[in-house]
């Protein structure tokens, strides 16, 4: 989060003319970008590993849950 709040200052101070132009799908390091898949900030991003890993654990696998099914 630290890192992303960074990325926000300089590109406020370059302006639209800096590396950060929010027009620039292909800029990386825009954390406003929604369509950029490595962006963590983004809860919406159904590729994130953390958002995965919590939401989607393997049923089958977890013998806790498992055990309750039966």
């Known amino acids: 989060m630290l890192m992303t709040h960074r990325e926000r ?4 101070r370059l302006g639209p003319s800096g590396p950060s132009d929010p027009s620039d799908p292909s800029d990386p390091s825009d ?3 929604p369509s950029d ?3 963590p900030s983004d809860p919406s991003d159904p590729s994130d590993p953390s958002r995965v890993t919590r939401a989607e654990r393997p049923v089958p ?4 849950r498992a055990t309750r099914a039966e």
């Open 37 to 39: 898949p490595s962006d």
């Open 9 to 12: 200052l300089p590109a406020t």
């Open 61 to 64: 696998s977890d013998p806790c």
């Open 31 to 33: 954390p406003s970008d």
